[in-house]
């Protein structure tokens, strides 16, 4: 191998490839594009959502219990703290007026609640809603909260004026304590997404060069001539390899463009989840942070290699893009699998097996749990799968039998 | 010079070339005449360093192809195949300078080269554009310039005229016998009796891996008691080409 043609190769076919717009549209673009994209519209529904269900309640009274006693009741009393509680008039047909997203409450009152309620027999609120309809689902809790707490303070008037102490309904009280680091929380979204778009990315983004540098190559029936000049096979390989690997970065680069792009539009984006402190904080380690990007990049270059495998072993074009497609349904799987994973899941053996490696470290890093035995396996671990697949595309790349087949 | 010594490649149970042996002397034609599967396309990825040969050698400008590959591929020019591939991102410049670059060539010469090839080739116009737009004769001519852009003095041409039309085929003809003109030692395999009497100075008969005749016209036609190639190579081969 001359590090000469090594070279020569690489300029030649970044040159090449970067004048192609399609690759720099699925390498650059979309994913600087796609982030904030998603950032605005998922977190601008999610807010709409989020609105929607703690405001604007709207709950109606069935024909029966319409009356000015139980308006009275509830307006005054049950929703008295409740603003976004909104009753207003009556249906004859519960169901149909929820379907028809008329109301998305309607509460049956029994008639002689008043005279229960002297008589100390408790009485029957109906609140009809559909399960089925995010916002009438997610808003019940806060009806039913309603009348839950109206419910006690009944309760507790009547245990004052029977002269006991209400703090007898309550014997033990819990206190909450959340023991997660400060930020863990509250990089939730970020935790979750990157790790499982990185890996993704990584995996998409050297096909387009992998395809056309053997399989291409071989079509267009510049790969014999290639093969005769005095550049060996391995420099030709490598050359290669440098350029697949180098666009499969220029994709995740991008995607963290993207990210930042994206954070700036909606900067609570990420954490726009319960529990969640409001602010995007970090406080990696530049250890950690290194050996989790040097776990990355070798990701990519193990992806590269096979890559370039899979495009000597294809018979055209159109079977490398084929079989390269599969390739990226193995990124998905495991990337889909620990997404919801948290920092405080990940196991040993997370961090042996190639690709769950990656984003293990990266979901390490960024949930500030940090295992520097764990992160150093897994880059010892990539580093062994970087030379297995190194080895694999340069046996694919000597094999007469796959190089030649017509 | 060129020697060809026992070459043989198996593909398995498959003996695609079987034992050949025939020399080309500098500044001559030698065509390697047989049908589709003859073995004509392995033989010459042989003799290009591409394949392994099973067992054999040839010494090429001195170099043995098994010992000094490297050597071998410094002294060859290939055109394998009737289409023109391309970089079709790259200007046609740049398609021939990638192949001068990879060849050792430095770059002061290679620009020189560059141009001259141009002026030969009469590319001048389009030397500096992309050559994904080119016409199938443009795209010929740079191929042309690509395979001798290092001056290589011995070429392979394998079938280098199929799937072409007629003014494709008489250029491709044209290019072959200006490279011996300049002295290059070529040989060219075919499955086209006219092409390979029109173009060679002796000719090989090749089928099913074996190397059936060799010799001039005249010696082929006398040792057969033919009156022509087309005779001769029925006669050898038991079918028509
Ligand atoms: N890479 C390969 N793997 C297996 N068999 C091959 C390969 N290349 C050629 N062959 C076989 O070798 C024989 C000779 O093929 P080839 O040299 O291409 O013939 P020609 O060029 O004269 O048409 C054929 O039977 C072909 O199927
Ligand atoms: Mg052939």
């Known amino acids: 191998m001359s590090l000469k043609h090594v070279w020569i190769v690489f300029k030649k076919e970044v040159k090449d490839i970067s004048r192609d717009r399609r690759t720099l549209l699925t390498n650059l673009l979309i994913p600087i594009i796609l982030m904030p994209l998603l950032f605005t519209f998922l977190g601008g529904s999610m807010k709409k959502m989020e609105k929607d269900i703690t405001e604007n309640i709207t709950v109606a009274l069935t024909r029966e219990s319409d009356t000015e006693e139980i308006r009275n009741l509830l307006e005054n009393e049950v929703f008295k703290n409740y603003p976004n509680i909104k009753l207003n008039g009556s249906v004859d047909n519960p169901a149909e007026a929820i379907q028809n997203d008329k109301f998305r409450f309607v509460i049956d009152v029994e008639k002689d609640f008043s005279s229960r309620l002297e008589q100390g027999i408790p009485y029957t609120i109906t609140i009809h809603y559909d399960q089925s309809d995010t916002k009438s689902s997610g808003s019940f809790g806060i009806l039913a909260e309603a009348i839950r707490s109206y419910s006690q303070k009944t309760v507790k008037n009547r245990l004052i004026e029977m002269n006991i102490d209400p703090q007898i309904l309550e014997p033990v009280t819990i206190q909450q304590v959340n023991a997660a680091k400060d930020n863990a929380s509250g990089n939730f979204m970020i935790m979750m997404m990157l790790p499982m778009m990185a890996s993704i990315l990584i995996a998409v983004g050297g096909i387009p060069a992998a395809t056309d540098l053997v399989a291409g190559e071989k079509e267009r029936g510049t790969f014999e001539p290639l093969l005769t000049t005095q550049a060996g096979r391995m420099s030709v390989l490598f050359g290669k390899y440098l350029t697949v690997t180098l666009f499969s970065f220029v994709s995740v680069i991008a995607q963290l463009i993207g990210v930042v792009i994206g954070g700036m539009i909606n900067p609570t984006f990420f954490t726009m989840v319960e529990g969640g402190s409001g602010e995007l904080s970090f406080s990696i380690p530049t250890g950690a942070l290194l050996l989790s990007i040097l776990t990355i990049i070798t990701l990519g270059m193990v992806f590269s290699a096979v890559q370039l495998a899979i495009s000597t072993y294809a018979r055209s074009f159109k079977e490398a893009q084929t079989y390269l497609s599969f390739l990226i349904f193995a990124a998905m799987i495991p990337s889909y699998a620990t997404m919801m994973m948290q920092p405080d899941d990940l196991q040993l053996y997370m961090f042996i097996v190639p690709l769950l490696n990656a984003i293990a470290s990266l979901k390490m890093i960024l949930g500030s749990v940090i295992n520097y035995t764990y992160l150093g396996i897994g880059l010892g671990t990539s580093l062994i799968y970087v030379i297995l697949s190194l080895m694999f595309a340069a046996w694919m790349f000597n094999k007469e039998k796959y190089l030649f087949r017509n | ?241």
């Open chain 2, 1 to 241: 010079m060129l020697e060809i010594i026992e070459l043989t490649k198996k593909f398995g149970e498959v003996k695609a070339v079987n034992g050949i042996s025939f020399q080309v002397n500098e500044g001559e034609i030698f065509g390697l005449l047989g049908e589709n599967g003859a073995g004509k396309t392995t033989t010459l990825r042989m003799l290009a360093t591409m394949l392994q040969p099973t067992s054999g050698t040839a010494i090429l400008g001195g170099y043995d192809l098994i010992r000094e590959p490297e050597k071998v591929r410094s002294r060859i020019g290939i055109l394998f195949g009737g289409e023109s591939g391309l970089y079709d991102r790259l200007t046609a410049a740049e398609n021939i300078a990638y192949f001068g670059r990879l060849n050792n060539m430095d770059e002061g010469k290679l620009k020189e080269r560059i141009r001259e090839l141009a002026k030969v080739f009469d590319m001048e116009e389009y030397i500096d554009r992309r050559a994904g737009k080119f016409s199938k004769g443009m795209k010929q001519k740079v191929a042309f310039a690509r395979s001798i852009v290092h001056n290589p003095d011995i070429m392979l041409f394998d079938e280098p005229t199929s799937g072409l039309d007629v003014s494709a085929i008489r250029n491709v003809h044209e290019f072959i016998l200006d490279c011996k003109a300049q002295g290059k030692t070529i040989v060219l395999s075919s499955h086209t009796m006219s092409e390979v009497e029109k173009l060679c100075d002796r000719i090989g008969i090749i089928h099913k891996g074996n190397l059936v005749a060799q010799g001039t016209i005249a010696e082929l036609l006398e040792q057969h008691s033919c009156g022509s190639m087309e005779e001769v190579f029925v006669k050898l081969v038991g079918e028509k080409l």
